[in-house]
């Protein structure tokens, strides 16, 4: 029997998710269509009667205090009804519901056999069958994975989706190779000519064709999301010719530099340091670009969800620690109607990621110490997601092996038909259909099925229970079992593997992206003792083979061989390509017509920039204190209005020893020249994690670039200048790379051309801090005290947050100053010796948001005469002073105790007082004749800066 | 002096054990992390101890409602045992997705002295989003064996579904006069708070209640995460405290355990 239980809140009782939507009906103009009431629905069946339902409802879903429910059978629920809609997830989409909802019938003595969940809105004003169509796709669902029910009240039953015929197949490879490449097409391999023709060639010389789960496992391994196939490529860059790009640059930065500090580089899923006696750290950045284009929260809540498992399945396992994320998206404010089509309004696309993350990370008990959101239009096709993630393990568990013989056990979630060619998608261009084709490789996460894995797999590993570890990302099993299996090779029967529902192919199993599962490799005499602990705590485990020790990959489906194939010519028989890259400088910008504004409205117009502008919305969505760790926080100062250049934590409980973390990102300096955009991201990442308290001489960075498509020798192009940017910084600061990540192909193709994300490069740092009780946060903290600016001032406005806000670009990009990482490191001991009360690094908006933020964040007022202002190069006027963004710089507030001191460590580098904290709620600045140029209450700046963002995410400004 | 023991409860989607066993530790006592299977298989396991902390997280997911899962199990399967536990005089704390869970398996605010339980619920925020913020509470420690004489404490919140609601005015007024609504969000100067003061619109700014025994105890905010001065969010400003203003709260508890 089927029950259709519907839950409202009673009279009297405000719905808060329906009042949100009253709220966001403005913005398809149909506020008329309200007041909204919803019901949450639940679908349930199994052998009992009425009254055990009625208990059921009563026990498990009725909150009594404040909610009435209504029982009908389906039948009865099932009407047409006007200005209805109903939303529940697809069939095959992941329900984390439904899990829960059958353990708690279970305490109750019933067994369940159907189990759907969702919500229908109601709207009682004037709305029309089509609107209600646009609400529910834009408002209420996301098409992808939801099903949107208009007119109908009930849910619908479920099928189970098709199945797929699973009988081996074999392929013939065509001899022409126009039919060869259509073959890599259909079978959306993604592979080229030359590798297909390399394909051929090996199974010509084998005497057989393929089957079809061995193309698609070598299209999986030799994708560019797996083999970074640009960055290996050999690459001539206008007559200058690379090898391969990634080992001449970002990893010839962290050989020459061989720090000591290192454990392992690039060769694990993530990278490792040393932390303290006992533990490392380890580190790694993640993107999921296009799967959060086509549906925002699920792509970057399983993309948050995939780095944990990065973390999990470094060395032995890591504890993740501590989450970062930052997201590019396009204009917050465009209208509806000048979006390409296709594509999602870039607020829905903000909220969805941040509730994604939100929603991971949270169940996830991981705090998200620091992230940035950035803002062009640019990225409105192609949003950007990177989640990141660190982890703490001890020292003797870092080193991973596999011996023949080990027992190949899957741990966690299940397996189903979601996330098929998630990596091979990745690796392609976006356009106007990806949503409709593609759907497939976006799925919903379930955190408390990946939070259980964890918990076994750190009490296993504690244990000694598995010899390596590894995260079932794109490619799934084909991936996590064959680099696993490199060295000694695999037997693998898939149809061991539980799945979701019946019906999936082998294939489908061996390439399925199906989250939350972690591969482990198991010595025979401990699987028992590892299959028992997984079943203590509910987390699903199964035996799909054994290392083999043959150096093949065999599979098997029911018994019979479907792939044999040698895991040499998987790994390495990939051909090299030969790619054309060219760069040439961008026409000037011509600034004789620019007309400088009024200093205090271009102050007001930069904190009001999104960009700019407080991301307190987000922060406080994300718990950034589970762990009880934090102690610099992303929020700092009086009334917690500050934004903190980094984050400090001190991760093991009882210890003062740290680790700070701090990002770098400014895509807008690679308009002009991407080899000084990656310099400028690697100080400005060393900057927010010096400016807390980190030492630069144990810092390690990561690289995250998103690009174009690299077939175009432009894009190329940029991609050769930012590599060469991110080795002379890397050099010049010594800060070794230790992962990183490229995702590539960041466009959008539209019926009018194409759209190029800028040259997107992220630099995340991780530095040591020996006593947290030494860091400081950015807040002013007393009146009468001195503010210095470290570091010279240039004229360097060119991709300037100043110069964007007034329709410029402009052409001098901040270049990084010789004596860089002496004045790092001299800030660093002027901060570990307990000189200085505050420190702001200087970035967008430079010395004048900087002292801004400041002072409304210490709530103390601050005067700066720019006279005073240590400068090299052309002459500026004022206002270029005010807002050049000249790398290598902080203002640092020192009181008049420790003055002489500070300035004796700087006496060789540049550092000067240029004002001064007051009492007087203002801020003001003096030009260089001594005149105020600028006067502004702090308390509205404060609250420009504090609002302006939230009031568009609050949808209180509609644009 | 006798040794307090105090079992931390874990199941799926808790994840604030960790630090919760920490701070009991810290304040004196023995811990133990045992995860609700073993506590299904063998109820008398608690038995072995004086208290039970049910720590903070997302139980099952807060899937359906916050708590709801978790709390349906405590109240089916160990139901008797926790009741054992508390008629030898033992304590049970519940932090945030903890105090959730004992609402909703009815030991909070739990049996009346005489008459109808007061029926109780959290909801979510009227914000309707999840926050993280630190707030200030105004203390009632007068019934609560979790809280002695101080007047005001600050901690920090994170949760989507805090709002305290009852059925009725009268269940109010009972609950304050019995002293068992034990914090209360406060604006910075111990005034009636709004949002954000009052970070999820709770009936009267209840932040913490009590049980008619005072031997259980709920609080949406995180004392485990204020044991140090440097957890608090303007330590950097000084004057530095000694300790958190959270410790107390654990330190409270294991003075009561062993007297």
């Known amino acids: 029997m089927l029950w259709h239980f519907e839950i409202r809140a009673r009279d009297g009782h405000r719905d808060p998710f329906a009042h949100e939507i009253e709220r966001e009906l403005p913005w398809l103009g149909l506020e008329k269509a309200g007041p909204v009431k919803l019901a949450r629905l639940y679908l349930l069946g199994g052998e009992f009667d009425r009254d055990a339902a009625i208990s059921l409802g009563g026990s498990l879903l009725l909150d009594p205090v404040i909610q009435d429910l209504e029982l009908k059978s389906l039948e009865e629920a099932d009407q047409e009804a006007d200005k209805v809609v109903t939303v529940c997830r697809k069939a095959g989409v992941t329900d984390?519901?439904?899990?829960?909802?059958?353990?708690?019938?279970?305490?109750?003595?019933?067994?369940?056999?159907?189990?759907?969940?969702?919500?229908?809105?109601?709207?009682?004003?004037?709305?029309?069958?089509?609107?209600?169509?646009?609400?529910?796709?834009?408002?209420?669902?996301?098409?992808?994975?939801?099903?949107?029910?208009?007119?109908?009240?009930?849910?619908p039953a479920h099928k189970t989706p098709a199945g797929s015929k699973s009988e081996r197949r074999e392929i013939e490879l065509p001899a022409d190779d126009e039919a060869l490449l259509g073959l890599s097409r259909e079978m959306g391999l993604a592979l080229n000519l030359e590798e297909m023709q390399v394909i051929r060639a090996h199974f010509h010389e084998l005497e057989r064709d393929p089957t079809d789960i061995e193309l698609e496992t070598l299209a999986q391994t030799w994708s560019e999301h797996c083999k970074h196939k640009t960055f290996s490529a050999r690459i001539d860059c206008d007559g200058k010719i690379y090898d391969n790009l990634i080992k001449q640059t970002i990893f010839k930065a962290t050989r020459d530099l061989d720090r000591d500090f290192c454990v392992s580089v690039f060769k694990d899923n993530a990278g490792i340091i040393r932390f303290d006696d006992e533990n490392n750290l380890c580190f790694k950045v993640e993107t999921h670009n296009h799967p959060s284009a086509i549906e925002p929260y699920g792509g970057a809540g399983t993309g948050l969800g995939g780095v944990i498992r990065d973390i999990l399945g470094t060395g032995l396992g890591a504890k993740p620690i501590a989450n970062v994320d930052v997201f590019c998206v396009g204009d917050l404010e465009a209208e509806t109607e000048d979006l390409p089509q296709g594509v999602i309004h870039p607020l829905r696309v903000l909220k969805g990621v941040v509730s994604g993350v939100r929603d991971y990370g949270n169940r996830m008990g991981i705090p998200t110490v620091s992230g940035a959101v950035f803002f062009d239009r640019r990225y409105t096709g192609n949003p950007l997601v990177y989640a990141g993630s660190?982890?703490?393990?001890?020292?003797?568990?870092?080193?991973?092996?596999?011996?023949?013989?080990?027992?190949?056990?899957?741990?966690?979630?299940?397996?189903?038909?979601?996330?098929?060619?998630g990596a091979t998608f990745s690796s392609m261009e976006l356009h106007e259909d990806s949503e409709s084709v593609d759907g497939g490789a976006v799925q919903i996460g379930n955190a408390i099925t990946e939070k259980r894995c964890m918990d076994v797999l750190l009490a296993a590993r504690d244990r000694g229970l598995y010899r390596s570890v590894t995260d079932c990302g794109a490619g799934g099993f084909s991936s996590a079992v064959g680099e696993m299996g490199e060295e000694v090779g695999a037997r693998v029967e898939l149809s061991s593997a539980p799945t979701k529902y019946p019906g999936l192919s082998y294939t489908e199993i061996w390439i399925s992206e199906a989250q939350e599962r972690m591969v482990v490799a198991v010595?025979?005499?401990?699987?028992?003792?590892?299959?028992?602990?997984?079943?203590?705590?509910?987390?699903?485990?199964?035996?799909?083979?054994e290392f083999s020790g043959t150096g093949k990959l065999e599979i098997f489906w029911q018994g019979e061989q479907v792939a044999d194939l040698d895991m040499e010519f998987l790994h390495d028989g990939l051909p090299k390509t030969t790619m054309k890259?060219?760069?040439?400088p961008p026409?000037?910008?011509?600034?004789?017509?620019?007309?400088?504004?009024?200093?205090?409205?271009?102050?007001?117009?930069?904190?009001?920039?999104?960009?700019?502008?407080?991301?307190?919305?987000i922060i406080r969505q994300y718990d950034h204190e589970v762990q009880s760790t934090s102690v610099i926080k992303p929020l700092v100062g009086v009334t917690a209005a500050g934004p903190s250049d980094g984050a400090v934590n001190a991760p093991v409980l009882g210890s003062t020893k740290g680790y700070a973390v701090g990002l770098g990102l400014c895509p807008h300096y690679a308009d002009i020249d991407p080899y000084h955009m990656a310099r400028a991201a690697i100080d400005e990442a060393l900057r927010n994690v010096v400016a807390v308290g980190g030492d630069p001489d144990r810092c390690a960075i990561l690289d995250n670039f998103s690009w174009g498509n690299t077939q175009k020798p432009d894009r190329l192009g940029a991609l050769v200048r930012a590599s060469e940017g991110c080795y002379d910084a890397a050099m010049a600061l010594r800060l070794p790379f230790i992962s990183g990540k490229d995702s590539l192909n960041n466009e959008y193709a539209t019926s009018r051309g194409t759209i190029v994300i800028p040259h997107t490069l992220l630099v995340s740092a991780l530095a040591i801090v020996d006593d947290v009780r030494q860091s400081v946060s950015m807040d002013l903290k007393r009146g009468g005290t001195s503010v210095y600016v470290v570091g010279l001032t240039r004229r360097e406005l060119g991709g300037s947050a100043y110069l964007r806000l007034n329709g410029h670009r402009g052409n001098d990009v901040p270049q990084l100053p010789d004596n860089a990482l002496s004045i790092h490191r001299r800030m660093h001991e002027a901060i570990r010796d307990g000189f200085v009360l505050s420190c702001h690094d200087c970035s967008e908006g430079g010395i004048g948001v900087a002292g801004a933020e400041m002072a409304f964040s210490g709530g103390l007022g601050l005067e700066i005469d720019l006279g005073r202002v240590p400068i090299s190069g052309p002459r500026m006027r004022d206002d270029e002073l005010l807002f050049s963004e000249s790398l290598c710089r902080y203002l640092v507030e020192v009181d008049s105790r420790s003055a002489a001191r500070f300035e004796a460590l700087f006496e060789d580098l540049p550092c000067a007082p240029i004002g001064h904290s007051l009492a007087e709620e203002k801020f003001r600045i003096r030009g260089r004749n001594g005149a105020v140029m600028l006067e502004e209450p702090l308390a509205d700046l404060g609250r420009i800066h504090r609002q302006s963002l939230t009031a568009i995410l609050e949808g209180e400004v509609r644009g | 002096m006798a040794e307090a023991r105090v079992l931390v409860l874990r199941a799926a989607g808790v994840n604030c054990n960790e630090e919760t066993a920490h701070a009991f530790e810290l304040a004196g006592a023995v811990t133990s992390q045992i995860h609700i299977n073993r506590?299904?298989?063998?109820?008398?396991?608690?038995?072995?101890?004086?208290?039970?902390?049910?720590?903070?997280?997302?139980?099952?997911?807060?899937?359906?409602?916050?708590g709801r899962v978790l709390g349906l199990e405590l109240d089916r399967v160990l139901g008797d045992a926790m009741r054992k536990l508390l008629g030898r005089g033992g304590l049970i704390l519940g932090i945030c997705n903890g105090f959730q869970v004992l609402t909703k398996s009815g030991l909070l605010p739990g049996p009346e002295k005489k008459g109808e339980p007061i029926k109780a619920t959290l909801v979510e925020n009227e914000s309707h989003r999840y926050e993280d913020r630190w707030v200030h509470m105004a203390v009632n420690g007068k019934r609560s064996l979790f809280l002695g004489e101080e007047s005001r404490i600050e901690l920090p919140v994170a949760h989507g579904e805090g709002r305290f609601v009852v059925d009725s005015e009268e269940a109010l007024e009972r609950l304050e006069g019995d002293d068992r609504v034990v914090l209360r969000y406060v604006t910075a100067d111990g005034g009636e708070a709004a949002y954000p003061a009052n970070p999820n619109g709770s009936m009267r700014g209840?932040?913490?209640?009590?049980?008619?025994?005072?031997?259980?105890?709920?609080?949406?905010?995180?004392?485990?995460?204020?044991?140090?001065?440097?957890?608090?969010?303007?330590?950097?400003?000084?004057?530095?405290?000694?300790?958190?203003?959270?410790?107390?709260?654990?330190?409270?508890?294991v003075k009561n355990m062993r007297s």
């Not at chain 1, 010595?523 to 083979?545: Q, Y």
């Open chain 2, 206 to 253: 209840i932040a913490g209640i009590c049980d008619a025994s005072g031997q259980v105890f709920g609080l949406m905010p995180h004392p485990e995460r204020f044991l140090f001065p440097w957890q608090h969010p303007t330590w950097t400003r000084g004057p530095r405290r000694r300790a958190g203003d959270g410790l107390a709260i654990f330190q409270h508890a």
């Open chain 1, 390 to 421: 660190i982890g703490i393990i001890p020292r003797d568990r870092c080193e991973k092996v596999v011996h023949a013989g080990d027992k190949i056990v899957a741990l966690g979630g299940r397996t189903g038909r979601d996330g098929i060619h």
């Open chain 1, 581 to 584: 890259a060219t760069w040439s």
């Open chain 2, 39 to 66: 506590l299904v298989q063998n109820p008398k396991i608690i038995d072995d101890f004086g208290a039970m902390a049910i720590p903070g997280g997302f139980s099952y997911g807060d899937d359906i409602a916050s």
């Open chain 1, 587 to 617: 026409p000037r910008d011509d600034l004789r017509e620019f007309v400088p504004p009024m200093a205090g409205e271009a102050l007001r117009a930069l904190l009001a920039d999104p960009n700019i502008a407080s991301k307190e919305w």
């Open chain 1, 96 to 155: 984390p519901v439904e899990e829960s909802l059958r353990r708690g019938a279970a305490r109750l003595g019933l067994e369940l056999d159907e189990i759907r969940t969702g919500f229908h809105f109601s709207f009682e004003g004037e709305v029309d069958r089509a609107e209600l169509e646009r609400i529910g796709a834009r408002l209420l669902a996301t098409a992808v994975v939801d099903e949107i029910l208009v007119g109908r009240s009930a849910l």
């Open chain 1, 523 to 545: 010595p025979p005499e401990k699987l028992d003792e590892l299959l028992e602990l997984a079943a203590s705590e509910d987390v699903e485990t199964c035996v799909l083979g």
